[in-house]
C-alpha cells in the first residue's frame, strides 16, 4: 500500500514539473526576445514587450550594419500584417528617443496567429524595409 501511494506521489510531482515546464514555456514565448534583421545598409533590431493579442508597444534599435550609429533617418514606421488572412493593422509611427532608439505605441494584433511586422525606415534618399515574422498568442 505504502508503495502504490508513494508512486502516485511521485507521478503527481512529475506532472506538476511537467506543467510548471509548460507553463514557464508560453510565458517566455508570449514575452519573447528581441527580433533583429537586415537591409542594405542597417541592421533592425525589433523588442515587442508582449506578443499577445491586444495593442503593445514595441522598440526598434537601428545601427548601420558596419555598427556605426544610422545616417539621417527622416522617419520610421511600423506596419503589422497577416498576409495569410489578408489583413493588416493600422500603420504605427515611432518616434525617436533620446538614445537613438525608436518607440511606436499601441501596436495592434487583433487576433492570435502569424504576423509579419514591416519597419519602414524613411530616409531622403531612399527607403528601407526591415521584415520579421512574429508568433501572437491569445
Known sequence: MNRLVSDQRRRCGALGALLIVALLFL????????????????????????????????????????????????????????????????EVIAQPLPDGRYQADGLLFSMDGDWQIEVYIDRSDAREIAVFQVRVWP
Not at 526576445?33 to 533590431?45: A, D, E, F, K
Request: charged letters at 15%; one cysteine or more.
Open 27 to 90: 510565458v517566455s514565448c508570449a514575452a519573447g526576445g528581441p527580433l533583429t534583421t537586415q537591409t542594405l545598409s542597417y541592421q533592425v533590431t525589433l523588442t515587442l514587450d508582449e506578443r499577445r493579442v491586444g495593442e503593445h508597444p514595441a522598440t526598434i534599435t537601428i545601427e548601420r550594419r558596419d555598427g556605426v550609429q544610422p545616417g539621417p533617418i527622416e522617419s520610421v514606421s511600423i506596419v503589422p500584417m497577416m498576409r495569410q488572412h489578408g489583413m493588416a493593422s493600422p
